[in-house]
């Protein structure tokens, strides 16, 4: 139940005021998504610290519309530094390998576009779908509620099954969800997921490619997209049933989403995986309040603080439903300008330099965020990330430090 009450205001005050949010979740978005380690949660719960002055001088809604303006944004430009400093966010983990590898191949920029054309195409089918689950939502959940657990297990034992090392993927999926149980059961860690997933497919990642010693060639910038539409139209039936499922798993994101996804669509290459976790991205964000209107489920950190700040009836549900697609359509030309500007730049870095001070980073981040247990972590959850490269098996493997600890909230 929403914590204040929406002040009397004018038609027109309204629409200016929702006006101002929108563009200002948008500005805000920009800056956390190219910044890696700020995630929308805080910048949420910074929000409902300060709510109690904000509403004396806008409505709740609007600060319901920041904040999803602000997710929605950051979903489609923290595919910037995914792509081009291998710095990996909660939603696009799995990116970070194919991007590396078109960055190395001078198609950073056709990366972003595939991704967004995902993310663009995902968002637009997510909101299309949301009648059609608000229909079924409620008939299909108690059913396959007893069930759950199964179905993950399958699908994490159909992964495992279909690599050749059926050991070494095994053993990646155990260890990654052994630390991320004890991450995540750790009270009072603030970022448990930024030094864990960091480690996992950002540092193990960057540290291959220091010793390889790689550079970065010029970048191309084209006009056209490299994608068919018969991968997007694959891409996006199988992000549409996993984000589907996901909604029924406690605990379960666009991440694992994505793992989901990728066993739906099976053989897809760099480019369709990119468009798949850019739509998962978005669906995620979507779908995240409809569970919630819906089933009365905050999956995301951001929801959670949309709720204690209103209550979403129908019409705030449309105004969001709406945000989300304004807001999305601006953030497409955004990362684009964006993605050239960081195209130009990167190749007049030394790629070397480069990779030390994005581990430089993100080690401060982990000690200011969490102090010397977030170095724990991400030492840890770097060893642990080398096994795919190093063994040549598939990384989505190491989002055992998401699915584990799922599996043993449903089992206990």
Not at 229 to 248: D, M, P, T, Y
Not at 270 to 299: C, E, I, P, Q, R
């Amino acid at each position: 139940m929403a914590l204040y009450k929406t002040p009397a205001l004018s038609k027109t005050t309204m629409l200016i005021q929702i006006f101002i949010a929108l563009f200002a979740g948008i500005f805000i978005g920009i800056f956390t998504g190219i910044t890696p380690g700020i995630h929308v949660n805080l910048v949420s719960a910074t929000l409902l610290t300060l709510s109690p002055i904000l509403l004396k001088y806008t409505s709740a809604l609007s600060l319901a519309i920041f904040i999803i303006a602000l997710a929605v944004t950051h979903s489609f430009l923290d595919t910037i530094p995914s792509i081009y400093l291998g710095a990996p966010d909660t939603e696009n983990a799995l990116s970070v390998l194919p991007g590396q590898r078109m960055l190395l191949k001078g198609e950073a920029y056709q990366a972003v576009k595939i991704t967004i054309l995902g993310a663009y195409s995902g968002l637009i089918v997510a909101i299309a779908m949301v009648p059609l689950f608000i229909l079924i939502a409620n008939k299909i959940y108690p059913v396959l509620k007893p069930y759950l657990v199964f179905l993950l297990l399958g699908m994490i034992a159909f992964m495992i099954l279909r690599e050749k090392q059926k050991f070494w993927s095994g053993l990646l999926f155990l260890l990654s969800g052994t630390l991320g149980v004890f991450t995540l059961s750790v009270p009072n860690f603030k970022e448990p997921l930024f030094p864990l997933l960091s480690g996992l497919f950002g540092v193990s990642g960057l540290l291959i490619s220091f010793f390889d010693n790689t550079c970065i060639p010029e970048q191309k910038i084209s006009r056209e997209i490299d994608f068919r539409a018969r991968e997007l139209a694959k891409v996006l039936g199988g992000s549409s049933i996993a984000v589907f499922l996901i909604q029924f798993f406690p605990g379960m994101g666009p991440a694992q989403g994505a793992v989901i996804s990728n066993q739906i669509v099976r053989d897809i290459k760099d480019k369709g995986y990119l468009a798949l976790v850019g739509a998962m991205g978005t669906m995620s964000v979507v779908f995240s309040l409809v569970t919630f209107y819906t089933l009365g489920k905050a999956k995301d950190g951001a929801i959670v603080i949309i709720s204690k700040l209103t209550q979403i009836e129908l019409p705030s549900f449309l105004a969001l439903m709406a945000t989300y697609m304004m807001a999305g359509s601006i953030a497409v030309f955004l990362v684009f300008f964006i993605a050239k500007k960081f195209s130009k730049l990167i190749v007049k870095v030394n790629y070397k330099m480069l990779v030390i001070s994005i581990i430089a980073f993100i080690v401060l981040m982990s000690i200011i965020i969490n102090g010397p247990l977030g170095i724990l972590v991400l030492v840890s959850s770097t060893a642990i990330g080398l096994i795919a490269p190093l063994k040549n098996i598939g990384r989505s493997h190491a989002m055992g430090c998401l699915l584990l600890p799922v599996i043993l909230y449903l089992l206990l």
